[in-house]
């Protein structure tokens, strides 16, 4: 699939979600005017957040009359939702969706009301937005716009891995941006850092290692299992470019440390049976193991079952 391809699927797919968004909220809403007669609950903020209400009202019909997010309203639409989230700073939908509206047109922009959502202390459980936000970064904004652009998408990935550390993606996500970091500076441990895929298994590990050769913590409470994905790492890095040795040196660096448990074929990378000759993957040749030392046949217990010889 084309990659502007894949870019629109998942612009749609957001708009889908922050649609959902929408539409729950107005029926919320919808139920206070007519059950109570009152918009929003006073304790909770007062006049400025009726006045908020208000304006996102106002908003809602004001974004669907415009035909598309073009350059000549951008400005518009960004004070609109700033003038909401002054008064009324905790209305998570305005960044969701003002954000996402921004996104395509002036990223930046819709950056910065995402680290707004993100920065605010009431919504400290709320992983989306700095999600958002670093998606943002790494997708639409370019070099160009923020030399330090990486920096901060790898700040706001980990704000959002901190709040959900269940969620293996933001992981992954994080995983990648660091690599894409080590990418722009070029090297890691005097290896020239030769394309995204060998940047990901770097940056992975790396956080195996810092984190003592156990599984990631991500700094929450949930851990990931970083042997699966280092080998997984360890054989898309490969199989990018066969022969280059500066990814032929970091995959068997983490052979080493990682991986010498585990039978794998030294080509590809695949793991193995117990008494197999050759790869069943790419038909090299591989060392056996698991076998009777006298006639070679592959032991299920402590005793040959062929030969009756002890392991
Ligand atoms: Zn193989
Ligand atoms: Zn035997």
């Not at 370019?142 to 969620?167: F, G, H, Q, V």
Request: charged share 25%; aromatic share 8%.
């Amino acid at each position: 699939m084309k990659k502007s391809v894949i870019t629109h699927l998942a612009v749609m797919l957001i708009a889908i979600f922050a649609g959902g968004f929408l539409s729950a909220f107005l029926i919320e809403r919808q139920a206070e005017i007519i059950n109570g007669g009152t918009v929003g609950k006073a304790p909770l903020g007062g006049f400025n957040k009726f006045t908020s209400d208000v304006q996102w009202m106002l908003f809602v019909n004001y974004a669907g009359s415009l035909r598309s997010v073009q350059k000549e309203n951008v400005k518009e639409i960004y004070q609109r939702l700033n003038a909401i989230l002054d008064n009324d700073p905790n209305l998570e939908i305005a960044y969701n969706v003002g954000g996402m509206m921004l996104s395509v047109r002036d990223p930046l922009k819709a950056v910065d009301i995402f680290t707004r959502g993100t920065n605010n202390p009431n919504l400290k459980d709320n992983w989306k937005l700095p999600f958002f936000a670093a998606h943002i970064l790494e997708r639409y904004v370019t070099d160009k716009d923020d030399k330090d652009r990486l920096k901060k998408a790898e700040e706001m990935l980990r704000i959002a891995a901190s709040r959900n550390p269940s969620m293996p993606y933001i992981f992954s996500a994080l995983m990648r941006i660091r690599g894409q970091r080590y990418k722009q500076k070029g090297t890691w441990n005097n290896i020239a850092v030769v394309n995204d895929r060998h940047a990901y298994l770097c940056a992975l590990f790396d956080e195996w290692r810092k984190n003592g050769g156990q599984e990631g913590s991500m700094g929450g409470e949930v851990t990931v299992d970083l042997k699966p994905m280092l080998l997984q790492a360890c054989q898309r890095a490969k199989a990018s470019a066969p022969d280059n040795k500066d990814i032929l040196k970091t995959v068997d660096k983490v052979m080493k440390k990682v991986l010498e448990d585990q039978h794998l074929c030294l080509r590809c990378l695949a793991a193995y049976s117990a008494g197999d000759k050759f790869c069943d993957q790419c038909g090299n040749k591989v060392e056996p193991y698991g076998v009777c030392v006298k006639c070679k046949t592959v032991l299920k217990g402590a005793y040959c079952a062929n030969c009756g010889h002890k392991k």
